[in-house]
């Protein structure tokens, strides 16, 4: 079993932490609460930080001389100054992050389809756009896992999501513990991960390791940080994932009997039609890495790419293939 980095996690407080929302309520997500064993969250409530207090009058995002201005209608506050001056304060000072999970369609959290009225009384969106917190988020960590909690009750979002975080936090401690052998040891273990999301980028990463033009340590682990970021912008493409299992199948196809590899071609059809997840076709090459103690694919990342606890699929939205990502 591996052993993983814990990620360190801005999440909005309303969601399983807090009843602070406008009303008193608290939203429930299964992942975050899941997620709690897992990761260092670090809970915040935009609007109770800039002193709106739970319960309040809900605000909005006011179109007014052609600028958003964020609004508490109730009162007629403009809070959009206080807004902006929490984010740039709360982002300057919360250090190094590897994620972020917030709250779905808010005028502070949201990180798109949040509304813009024309008018703090009329009701009708006139456009979308982020909320004030979320799009500031997205501004400043353009690279780094980003959700809000809606979008990751899909299956496949989700896994995404969950590889590009504890892959970025395993690679934090490498960037921090300054080792050659570390960066080569993260490498070889991340391969068929690599392989499954880019490799072209699989291509570059291992040319940056090698070192020909022995460059140092701190330009070798930025160079290799750009290209690894690159690698994991979208999610991979199922026949990627595909290809990366049966290159595994590779390593123990002369021991399998027809009836082993049958089932195993199975679960990969059944993957690939959008039936099921790719988890028993993995589960299928994990059982033979054990029986034929392959060391090489037993380090292997893409086996095992965040805590098994986390693996289990949400059976109301369960979404594998790319065609179906959004
Ligand atoms: S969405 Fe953000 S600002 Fe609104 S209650 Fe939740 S944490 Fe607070």
């Known amino acids: ?19 602070c929302r406008y009303n008193g309520d608290m ?11 897992y990761v260092d969250f670090l809970p915040v409530c935009a609007e109770v930080e800039i002193g709106l207090g739970i319960p309040r009058s809900s605000v909005r ?24 001056a929490f984010c740039t304060n709360f982002l300057d000072s919360v250090g190094e992050v590897d994620g972020f999970i917030l709250k779905f369609r808010s005028p502070s959290c949201g990180l798109k389809d949040v509304k813009v009225y024309p008018s703090v009384s009329k009701s009708g969106a006139i456009e979308k756009t982020s909320g004030y917190f979320g799009g500031e ?96 912008t979208k999610p991979p493409r199922y026949t990627s994932s595909i290809n990366v299992l049966m290159h595994a199948l590779g390593h123990f196809s002369e021991n399998l009997s027809n009836g082993e590899k049958a089932l195993f071609f199975d679960w990969i059809q059944k993957y690939r039609e959008g039936k099921t997840s790719l988890c028993p076709a993995i589960n299928t090459i994990r059982s033979w890495v054990v029986r034929f103690e392959d060391q090489y694919l037993m380090h292997q990342t893409f086996f095992e790419p965040y805590p098994e606890g986390l693996l289990e699929v949400d059976p109301v939205n369960s979404q594998f293939r790319e065609d179906l990502w959004k």
């Open 1 to 19: 079993m591996r052993e993983f980095v814990k990620p360190k996690v801005v999440v909005s407080k309303c969601i399983e932490f807090d009843h």
């Open 27 to 37: 939203i429930s997500s299964p992942i975050v609460a899941k997620l709690k064993d």
């Open 61 to 84: 995002i006011v179109l007014e001389n052609g600028e958003h201005r964020l609004i508490q209608p109730s009162s007629g506050k403009d809070v959009t100054e206080d807004m902006k």
């Open 137 to 232: 988020v997205l501004k400043r960590y353009p690279l780094l896992p980003i959700e809000d909690e809606g979008r990751l009750r899909n299956a496949r979002i989700k896994e995404h999501f969950l590889t590009k975080l504890f892959l970025l936090a395993a690679f934090r401690k490498v960037k921090s513990e300054g080792s050659i052998k570390d960066l080569v040891r993260f490498h070889t273990e991340n391969k068929y991960l690599l392989m499954a999301y880019s490799q072209a980028e699989l291509r570059k990463l291992g040319a940056i390791v090698a070192n020909k033009e022995n460059k140092p340590f701190k330009e070798q682990i930025s160079d290799y940080e750009g290209h690894l970021y690159r690698a994991f």
